[in-house]
């Protein structure tokens, strides 16, 4: 009868413009649970502290404060709060442990009203905001919709070149022993399976993030299910029809079977039910990492936009109606760039958009970028040197090392292979900053970001 309730009043709620589903994602390591977690501390420091000058309801002073309240729906798991910033607030201070699946967290913020239409029911409104953290990953699927298992596998193999030849050495060695012909033996596919799972790690340990199927790297509860155990073949085009007990038909099934249970599924459950969502993304790590990682996470960032394309006839029409009116794409980390990079850094990740950006069918949708830092892990200054004054960071990296240094340089527009030769990005980890049981975590316009995602119903 509770649950009914609630979900009566969620319904209401909405309605009022009282209810927000703010979806946070990004690749794995791009700061998502970061991000989280300090949105979290802010909002629910806001009534005590100036700590978001840049949110309207904050600097006019209307918010009352927020608190964290049971979230409605019960088949995701929580995000985890409190030991994210246990962490955090741990000494020497921890980065949160990472964790691998979809998770929610609900806020209620009490604040002052502004519209003449709110006020006539009352001056205190609450906005309730859910914030539901899943895997970019998860995004990179969407394109296998539109291919059949052939295409898809002729795809993979043309991807194989550079870094990722030598990765794949051992998968396509088993494979090529592989008769597709014959009848299936579990453990064989179990087994290659594993083996092109390994390989998709082993491109995400090289700085590479585009890679198919993305649960695979990130399976969640679907961990050792048979629908994430296939695998690309090669040389399908000219396949005649298999026997229905064949390794290519089981192949076949298991890979439809994915497509229909594992990517659909989470554009109906999941991503429908969103109204705002936030892409981070880690520009910075990639420039260190050399041309080949960036150009990989241009080409996923592309993978991922399409996950925002409604064309009226599109793809994800088809599968539900999407409601997302807002994409605000995020710089991290930004902490680890001197403040005269930071306007490089936001035109940067423009560039590496911006063709999809361009296309028609995203008119419905306002985008924008930001570069920002979820938990300062640095402070800004300058050092003198013969040549005068530089901008300058200081931190204490992840082995106790207190350092000050000049990051570089950021390219503003999308660097050509020379500039991996000429120049040298310093990307160093940091600690975080020591943070007190009292204070909200020192961030870099994280309420810029919440601003442009949920100003507007805060007024
Ligand atoms: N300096 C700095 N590092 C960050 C920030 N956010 C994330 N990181 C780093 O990036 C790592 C991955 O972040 P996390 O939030 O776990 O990424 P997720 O996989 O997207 O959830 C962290 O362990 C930190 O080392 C930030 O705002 N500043
Ligand atoms: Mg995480």
């Given at each position: 009868m509770n649950r009914i309730r609630q979900e009566v009043n969620d319904l209401i709620n909405r309605g009022l413009d009282a209810h927000v589903r703010l979806a946070v994602t990004g690749l794995s390591r791009a700061g998502k649970t970061a991000f989280i977690t300090s949105l979290v501390n802010q909002l629910l420091h806001t009534s005590t502290h100036?700590?978001?000058?840049?949110?309207g309801a904050a600097r006019d002073k209307r918010i009352i404060g927020a608190k964290r309240v049971p979230q409605t729906n019960l088949m995701v798991p929580r995000f985890d709060y409190d030991n994210a910033l246990a962490q955090l607030q741990s000494s020497p201070p921890q980065w949160p442990i990472p964790t691998r699946d979809v998770s929610e967290i609900r806020l209620a913020i009490k604040y002052k009203t502004k519209k003449r239409t709110k006020k006539l029911l009352s001056s205190v409104s609450t906005l309730y905001l859910d914030i539901i953290d899943y895997p970019g990953e998860w995004l990179l699927d969407l394109p296998m919709l539109e291919l059949d298992f052939a295409t898809w596998s002729a795809q993979q193999f043309n991807a194989i070149h550079g870094i990722r030849a030598e990765l794949a050495k051992p998968w396509v060695e088993e494979l090529d022993k592989l008769?597709?012909?014959v009848e299936a033996s579990e453990k064989t596919l179990a087994h290659i399976a594993a083996l092109y799972t390994d390989y998709l790690h082993k491109c995400k340990e090289s700085g590479l993030h585009w890679v198919q199927p993305g649960r695979f790297v990130l399976p969640g509860e679907l961990e050792g299910a048979p629908v994430l155990q296939f695998f690309p073949c090669r040389?399908?085009?000219?396949?005649?029809k298999a026997d229905k007990h064949s390794v290519l038909a089981l192949l076949k099934r298991r890979y439809e079977e994915y497509q229909n249970k594992v990517v659909k599924a989470f554009y109906k459950h999941h991503?429908?039910?969103?109204?705002r969502q936030i892409v981070l993304v880690d520009c910075l790590s990639p420039l260190n990492a050399g041309h080949e990682s960036f150009m990989d996470m241009r080409s996923a960032l592309d993978q991922i936009m399409h996950?925002?394309?409604?064309?009226?006839?599109g793809l994800l029409k088809r599968i539900f109606s999407p409601k997302i009116d807002k994409v605000l794409f995020a710089a991290t980390k930004a902490d680890h760039i001197t403040p005269d990079q930071y306007g490089n850094l936001v035109s940067l990740l423009q560039q590496m958009i911006h063709p999809a950006w361009q296309?028609?069918?995203?008119?419905?949708i306002e985008m924008s970028c930001i570069s920002m830092a979820s938990v300062r892990a640095t402070k800004s200054g300058h050092i003198d040197t013969n040549d005068g004054r530089i901008p300058a960071i200081q931190g204490v990296t992840e082995t106790d090392e207190p350092i000050t240094l000049y990051p570089g340089e950021v390219p503003s527009k999308l660097p050509n292979p020379d500039f991996w030769l000429n120049n040298h990005f310093d990307f160093t980890s940091f600690r975080p900053m020591t943070l007190s049981q009292d204070q909200p975590c020192q961030h870099i316009r994280i309420d810029k970001a919440l601003d442009t995602l949920i100003g507007d119903k805060l007024k």
């Open positions: 100036d700590n978001l000058p840049l949110l008769d597709l012909t040389n399908l085009n000219g396949e005649t991503f429908s039910t969103f109204d996950s925002f394309r409604y064309g009226r006839n296309s028609a069918a995203y008119e419905n």
